[in-house]
């Protein structure tokens, strides 16, 4: 087991990322905040647009420059800050400290390369062996994730969505990573090979202790794997707790729209509520709170300030001008 | 593999029967009569008829066709009218030399191309890649022969460094290769850069940075690869129009290819010769576009497992 | 509770914004952003310009005709800026009335091929089976000779005129065109609007001109304008061979076959003409590029 310097396997603080476009200034992120104690799961929640890619991404120093510049905050890996590291320091954290699993398993893949070659490179980079041992290795992780290791040889176009995916998480997984970053890892999948894929990742990562960023829309699997929950707005955390905070003392109206978003498989005659309007524009955020435009509860002060956060414990907190500290133990919304 | 070259071969066979009957009746349409063409104004009806007769002029085109292919498969191009010699001797003994002057233009444009591509790709809007691609971009609007033109004066008339014209020496291959190579490489080197720029925003090249392979590494042992693929394609387009261009060229520099005795040729009015070259250009661009088709083979497994 | 209506009324904004700016308008601006491809249009405007007032600038018989022995063969000079060839006659006034030449040829030359080409590559698209078949293997085949080889071809059995060169030009072009509109033609062809339009029983040549072409004029446009390039140096190409345009109408390659003679002491004629060229096909090639961004980004 490794010696951990923090409580935390990786802390980002008031993080903020813009794309800087021809067509404008998209504010990515604003203020991030995320936590995630070693061993632990976060379930990072938002709408597509929100920032959860690009906070996956900046962890491991790969927002794609240019356009996107990290303009402030800081990210700390085990304590230490990667901000300072330098591009050769964060060759050696890649693959080995930080892996990151990606969304679509269909592009994810080197089409000339064989799979074993893309496992076992991460392998040679960070362990010191031999080639054949990487490739001895790099099979072994294809067992491990249910592919037999002589299929190895192949090339990625002869595997299927679900056994590409297997493969991507056998890459981010070869050298054994103290933190995994797993981006919507399941949205491209199968329903039934969605199941499969979760399984296996939560067994593999009990196995070795790691921590886990699951970046999803889905909260579905939050319940299944994650043990804290942040929920993602406009590229800032509006609401974060454990499973229970969440799920049982919802405060912010739009984690409270997402749960109303959700089918009710048990009363099918409940009308699904839909959270109205869509996403605002990232290159022109409103001057208040971003969900303002969209919120059933917006007041006048939502319009102009931006609200600060609101602790109902020590672990659960909310950014909504709702809630201040009278109201924010009993405050449950009123449903519409 | 193999099999896939040899039905590919047997395709070629449609297409190069097609062609010749193409060319030939086209050029048999032509207005004038090549006997009259021979023997000049003053002959008389008698040897009009028995030039004719001898030639098999006067016979049924399909039949003077089925003829003439039955002399192509056996290697027999048919008599020149200008020379009264084999075109085949005539073709065989010039085509070398459009071979060699080819090659070299290819390869070297191809070698210079692809690196300057990815370095441009790579140092994306800094100086160099400007610099190089405003450098393609009159690479590609250049018309060759202008470009030839150029180089013989400066080179050649003025300072005297290379022949101004034939293939006597190897001095003698610059200028033609470097007049003809030079569209080639500049539109291959834009092709490259900008496949290359594709290929780096792949997820796949994302994937292997998120493993820690650093930035140089990338490039050469994932993108590059995957860049190769349009950038041969391009490659192989090229080659129709840089033995298009040879004709050109090699009337500029006077080189004893057969681009220039082509264009001879139709100045006199030589059906059998034009025919016979353009048969010889037909067959080369075919067996070039085959071994393009093949090469992506190497590159790109997806395609070779379409091989087998 | 006043602003649940704010979305609504934003989202009719959104639908009125998009209809204002259309396709075509987006595509405008896209280009008018890119500053090469602005260039190249303001120059291919200019040259064509030039070559429509080519008769207002230098008439036709006192300059580009009428030989003048005294003066032939002078290097530029305040009197003829660009020199005078070796009848005496200016090298501008030439070039001015060759760009007519030259630009005309080709604009015919592709406007034919992309007609025929168009017409076949369409139907043998949109009907496929056998038709598609045939008409492609015959594509095969002309695209299995090298193109400028092929429009040689086409002129040594015609004999070397401004029409036959025409057509010997557009008909070495057709398969280009025809590849390009059949391709397009099938990547629309079983799209759903398709569909839906023959549904509803419109009958297949409406269904062709008024859906399936305008859907796929993207690569259609950026192809003739890299094509009307390319033929400008193949007319210039072949006039250079003594294979086009033929004396005494000028026109860009011809002139410099002429400065080719003469490239030891008259440089120049080898030099304006050939610049000339190299100048339109940079802006049209600018301006292909440019089209090519704009019509799809993806492909930047």
Redesign the interface.
């Known amino acids: 087991m490794r010696e951990n310097k923090s409580k935390y396997s990786i802390d980002i603080e008031d993080l903020y990322v813009e794309y800087r476009t021809d067509y404008g200034v998209v504010k990515a992120l604003n203020g991030m905040d995320l936590k995630i104690e070693h061993g632990k799961t976060l379930g990072l929640v938002g709408e597509t647009g929100a920032g959860k890619t690009t906070t996956g991404l900046s962890i491991l120093k790969l927002i794609p420059d240019p356009p996107g510049v990290i303009v402030g905050g800081s990210i700390k890996l085990d304590g230490e800050d990667l901000m300072e590291k330098t591009e050769k320091e964060m060759g050696q954290i890649r693959g080995k400290e930080i892996s990151m699993i990606f969304q679509d398993p269909m592009t994810a893949l080197n089409p000339v390369m064989t799979v074993e070659e893309q496992i076992a490179e991460s392998i040679e980079l960070h362990e010191q062996v031999s080639k054949s041992e990487a490739i001895e290795k790099a099979r072994a992780m294809l067992e491990l994730v249910g592919i037999p290791g002589e299929r190895g040889k192949e090339y990625p176009h002869q595997f299927s969505g679900g056994m590409k995916q297997r493969v991507v998480i056998a890459i981010a997984l070869a050298c054994n990573p103290s933190l995994l970053i797993a981006d919507e890892p399941t949205t491209a999948l199968d329903v039934t090979i969605q199941a499969q894929v979760l399984e296996m990742m939560k067994e593999l990562k009990e196995k070795y202790n790691t921590s886990m960023l699951m970046i999803t829309h889905d909260l579905g699997i939050v319940a299944e794997i994650c043990d804290t929950v942040s929920i993602i707005y406009a590229g800032q955390v509006v609401e974060h707790g454990n499973l229970e905070d969440i799920f049982e003392n919802t405060r912010h109206p739009y984690t409270e729209g997402l749960f109303n978003s959700l089918p009710n498989l048990k009363d099918r005659k409940a009308k699904l509520k839909p959270i109205k309007g869509l996403m605002p524009d990232p290159a022109n955020l409103p001057e208040g709170c971003a969900f303002c435009p969209r919120c059933d509860y917006a007041m006048e002060i939502c319009k102009t300030q931006k609200p600060e956060k609101i602790y109902r414990n020590d672990g659960h907190y909310v950014r909504c001008h709702l809630y201040n500290e009278e109201n924010i133990q009993e405050g449950r919304l009123e449903t519409r | 593999m193999i099999k896939y070259v040899v039905k590919r071969l047997l395709a070629l066979i449609p297409v190069i029967i097609g062609v010749t009957m193409l060319v030939f009746f086209i050029l048999k349409s032509a207005p004038g009569d090549p006997v009259r063409l021979i023997l000049g104004e003053q002959a008389t009806p008698e040897q009009v008829a028995e030039l004719t007769e001898q030639m098999g002029l006067d016979q049924p085109l399909l039949v003077q066709y089925v003829k003439y292919m039955i002399g192509l498969v056996q290697g027999d191009l048919g008599i020149a009218y200008s020379t009264r010699r084999p075109v085949a001797d005539e073709v065989f003994s010039r085509f070398p030399y459009t071979l060699k002057l080819s090659l070299v233009a290819t390869v070297v444009s191809i070698a210079l191309a692809i690196p300057l591509g990815i370095i441009a790709a790579v140092k994306q809007n800094t100086v160099i890649d400007n610099v190089s691609m405003f450098v393609a971009l009159i690479g590609i609007s250049m018309p060759m022969f202008w470009l030839a033109l150029l180089l013989m004066l400066l080179f050649s008339l003025k300072l005297g460094w290379f022949p101004v014209s034939g293939a006597a020496s190897w001095q003698s291959y610059i200028l033609p290769a470097f007049a003809l190579g030079f569209m080639n490489m500049a539109s291959t080197a834009r092709t490259t850069r900008s496949s290359m720029l594709e290929t780096i925003r792949q997820d796949y090249i994302r994937t292997a940075r998120s493993k820690g392979v650093s930035n140089s590494v990338v490039i050469r042992k994932h993108a590059f690869k995957n860049a190769l693929i349009p950038t041969i394609t391009v490659c192989g387009l090229q080659i129709g129009s840089l033995l298009g261009g040879s004709v050109l060229c090699e009337t500029v520099f006077a080189w004893p290819g057969i681009g220039r005795l082509m264009v001879q040729a139709i100045s006199a009015r030589d059906v059998p010769m034009v025919l016979g070259c353009t048969v010889i250009f037909t067959i080369c661009f075919s067996i070039v576009n085959l071994l393009v088709d093949l090469l992506y083979g190497f590159v790109d497994p997806r395609i070779k497992s379409m091989y087998s | 509770?006043q602003?649940?209506t704010?979305?609504a009324v934003?989202?009719a904004e959104a639908v009125k914004k998009y209809k204002k700016t259309s396709q075509f308008g987006e595509t405008m601006k896209r280009m008018a952003?890119n500053k090469a491809a602005v260039l190249g249009l303001i120059i291919l405007v200019a040259l064509i310009l030039m070559s429509l007032c080519a008769d207002f600038l230098y008439d036709y018989d006192t300059y580009v005709v009428k030989q003048n022995i005294a003066d032939r063969l002078q290097w530029p000079s305040a009197q003829h800026p660009l020199g005078t060839d070796e009848f005496g006659r200016d090298l501008l006034a030439r070039i001015v009335h060759g760009s007519r030449t030259s630009l005309l040829l080709s604009f015919a030359a592709v406007a034919l091929s992309l007609a025929v080409g168009g017409f076949l590559g369409a139907i043998a698209g949109y009907y496929g089976k056998w038709l598609d078949n045939l008409l492609m293997?015959?594509m095969?085949?002309?695209l299995?000779?090298?193109?400028?080889?092929f429009a040689?071809?086409?002129?040594?059995?015609?004999?070397a005129s401004t029409l036959n060169l025409v057509i010997a030009l557009s008909v070495s072009q057709i398969p280009t065109f025809a590849r390009v509109v059949r391709g397009a033609v099938l990547t629309v062809k079983d799209s759903e609007y398709i569909e839906a339009a023959r549904a509803i029983g419109q009958r297949d040549l409406s269904i062709i001109s008024a859906h399936v072409l305008p859907n796929c004029m993207a690569p259609i446009i950026v192809q003739t304008t890299l094509r009307i390039?390319a033929t400008i140096?193949s007319t210039?190409?072949l006039s250079?061979?003594?294979?086009g345009v033929t004396a005494p109408t000028p026109e860009w390659?011809a002139l410099?076959s002429t400065?080719?003679t003469f490239?030891?002491d008259s440089?120049y004629l080898?030099?304006f003409p050939?610049l000339f060229?190299?100048?339109t096909?940079?802006s049209l090639?600018?301006l292909g590029d440019g089209l090519r961004d704009a019509l799809d980004p993806r492909?930047?």
Do not use: K
């Open positions: 509770m602003n649940t704010a979305p934003s989202r952003r293997r015959i095969d085949v002309i299995a000779i090298p193109m400028t080889l040689m071809v086409i002129v040594a059995a015609l004999g390039a140096t210039a190409s250079f061979l003594g294979l390659g410099l400065g080719r490239i030891r440089s080898t030099f050939g060229i190299m100048i096909i940079l090639n600018l492909l930047r």
